[in-house]
């Protein structure tokens, strides 16, 4: 998924730690926006300080609290604290009681997150803070997260930018299942992908790509990049069922418009969006485009083309060219 570039040693503490409060005066609500932070921060400042004199908090890039509680109880799967429901400005510091520093952030998850969860809340810490903004924020829509109605079908229903294709939106396409991989938007978000391996094509020009699996780090091209401004631009990548990419709703080229302006996923804006090749298929399933299905997109306002040549083992011929 990093290519080898990142590998995460983790230690668990040697015993459970009681909270000096019961699970419901810290219980929080499944909805993002909804949530009280003065309940996280109050879960976080405990659970730290019970660990405080078994904890050297100094020798870990981040750290990560799980609950014995369910999500029932809690009233939510996980989250991430910091950078996340208690913000990410330069003075959101966490400490203990005895002054040691937690460096990276924090993560809360109830015994019964998914690894799609860890995953995606661990890569908010990972991606970090750069210009007051998450590299790698959540690419669900929070408002439409907020909304009533049972959790799982409110959140799925909030997908609207990726749908399935990126736990960084769905945290998992079916709960019996590993995660999805990640998309293209977020391995460069999280620098997990060598420049080099970037197509960058500008507008204009007509160049003929061999696009690999996105998943295969031995690809030469693993991701194509058309810049349309200096802060938007297209991405297109191949996704086919091979390591985490076996957990996907589909196969194919997918196309995505990102927006480096945008920093989260509100009011129906988000920084990188699918192009839907099929919108018969509710939740993004059908996004992906293929030889012998819609084998081409067309962005007129720009006079961009990209056209599915030919498939070639798992890789993809595409052809870039100006309408």
Known sequence: MSYNKVSLGVEVTKRWYTMPKSVGQYRISSRNLEVDK???RKLIDDALD????EVDFSKYSFAAIF????????????LCGYPGMLGWGATDVLKTKSGQLVKGGIAIFSFQAHLGTLFHDIAHILGGVKGGKRMVPCLYDHDL???????????????INMG???????????REIPPPGISSWTKMRLDWIDRSKIKVIKPGREVEVILGPLEDGSSEILAIKIPISETTYYLIENRQPVGFDRNLPGSGILVMYADDNIPECRHGKA?????????SVPHLEGAAFDIGGKDSFHDNKNKIRI?????????????ISSL
């Open 38 to 40: 003065s309940r996280v």
């Open 50 to 53: 019970a660990a405080d004199k």
């Open 67 to 78: 609950l014995s509680a369910k999500v029932a109880d809690y009233g939510m799967v996980g």
């Open 145 to 159: 997260q907020a909304r009533p109605g049972p959790m799982r079908e409110t959140f799925v229903d909030s997908t």
């Open 164 to 174: 399935f294709w990126d736990p960084m939106s769905c945290h998992f396409y079916k």
């Open 271 to 279: 920084p990188v969006k699918l192009m839907n090749a099929d919108r």
């Open 307 to 319: 056209q599915l040549k030919e498939k070639i083992a798992g890789s993809y011929k595409i052809l």
